[in-house]
């Protein structure tokens, strides 16, 4: 899942009263007048939740009040855990992938049949539901591409963007060639190297043969293997690495140092989403995005997904207020408010409206079309998915530093699998 950075706040009509220090991040305790508090807790920043929390406050009509916890997000799930577990934690339970292990756990009251839940497609659905069982909603829909540098491109005689797997790699021939560096992966910490690869496979796999299809819901559930089944595609991808578009140094350099190079014209190409977009505008130089590609220009997808959502945690002390924020944050008011806050993403929710901007072109009927997926969406029907990707991760640095190969890269996920399936 994609965020931006985060720093804490709750946004109520009253008065700002005192700040005080919680597990892994701040709350900003807020006078509330003859209004109840609904207590709310996720990783997004300031910047971005400010003007969505004016809005799910003007939907509560006064009655209640949002208070708004920050938890950053490498400690999130642990510190949401944690309280789940003791039985505790905010009224409103926010998460990505891990979403699904909520329900596994009976952390979620079903909401089944809700009204606000009307007008809502299905697809936003995709980690809210077991079954016909409805647990959440969503709020945006995230995406992740590829950003590249257009000047630089034409510059150096490359007048398209490509279109196809094998475009790219003649895209970065061309500029390595010329003495450009092509690719920015920020691989200490970042996980843009793995959408680079799972985009591919989205692309040649998953969505373009019978087998790819059904296969990530047959390996979530153990009937199949990723070893035997992706290793040729991995190789196919690798040859980034062999090529050394994707090498051994990125792994000591983060995300943010990465897109800085991007920013500063020291790359050409930087794999990243529509949170990225307000920093490359801002920075004033001409770049666009397009999908990670596969071996044809047909039918081509995105990774992407729900970004978040957002359920009832069993335990609230406050149900009839923990219903009347559920019913805001479904709101098409709400909701728009939330892409507002992420150029570039779009809605599940009927009647918000979403303005494209130009660098966004390439892919914009990719996006009309619907396809948009990712892989650990479908591993959450019988894993905690979130574990897996970041096993992904981890192994992708392996990968790009050429001491595993794509087998073990296949296997590692195996073993990993093997040993956090829920049945």
Not at 336 to 345: I, L
Request: glycine share 12%.
């Amino acid at each position: 899942m994609k965020c931006k950075k985060a720093a804490g706040m709750i946004l109520s009509a009253a008065m700002v009263a005192g700040l005080v220090g919680t597990a892994g991040g701040t709350t900003v305790m807020a006078e509330a007048g003859d209004a109840q508090t609904v207590t709310f807790t996720c990783w997004y920043d300031e910047d971005d939740m400010a003007p969505i929390l004016e809005v799910i406050n003007e939907k509560l009509g006064g009655d209640y009040v949002v208070e708004y916890t920050y938890v950053a997000r490498n400690d999130y799930n642990n510190v949401l855990g944690t309280q789940l577990a003791a039985g505790e934690g905010p009224d409103i339970i926010a998460d990505g992938t891990n979403f699904p292990a909520r329900i596994k756990a009976g952390n979620l009251k079903e909401i089944t049949g809700a009204a606000y839940l009307e007008g809502i497609n299905e697809a936003g659905f995709a980690l809210c539901k077991d079954g016909d069982k409805v647990y959440g909603v969503p709020s945006y829909g995230w995406f992740s591409g590829v950003w590249y540098n257009k000047d630089i491109f034409e510059e150096n005689g490359i007048t398209e963007a490509p279109k196809t797997f094998d475009e790219l790699v003649a895209a970065c021939d061309t500029l390595a060639e010329k003495g450009v560096q092509p690719m920015g992966f920020g691989l200490a910490d970042g996980d843009t190297a793995v959408h680079s690869l799972m985009g591919y496979l989205e692309n040649d796999f998953y969505e373009t043969s019978e087998e790819g299809k059904t296969f990530d819901e047959a390996f979530a559930k153990g009937e199949k293997k990723m070893d035997g089944t992706i290793n040729d595609y991995v190789k196919q991808w690798s040859v980034l690495i062999e090529k050394g578009y994707i090498n051994d140094t990125m792994v000591g350099i983060s995300n943010e140092q990465a897109l800085n190079d991007f920013i500063a014209g020291k790359t050409a190409i930087f794999n990243g989403g529509p949170w990225q977009y307000t920093n490359l505008k801002e920075a004033g130089f001409n770049f666009g995005m397009i999908p990670n590609l596969g071996s044809s220009a047909e039918n081509q997808y995105l990774n992407g997904g729900p970004a978040v959502s957002f359920g009832i945690n069993v335990n609230t002390k406050n149900e009839e207020g923990a219903e009347k924020l559920m019913e805001a944050l479904a709101s098409v008011e709400v909701q728009q408010a939330f892409v507002d806050a992420n150029v570039g993403g779009f809605s599940y929710k009927e009647g918000v409206t979403v303005d494209m901007p130009e660098e966004y072109e390439a892919v914009k009927e990719i996006l009309e079309n619907g396809n948009v997926a990712c892989s650990w969406d479908r591993w959450s029907v019988n894993m905690p998915s979130q574990s897996l990707f970041d096993e992904a991760v981890a192994q992708m640095q392996g990968l790009a530093a050429g001491s595993l190969t794509p087998d073990d890269f296949a296997k590692a996920l195996d073993i990993k699998a093997d040993s956090i399936r829920y049945e």
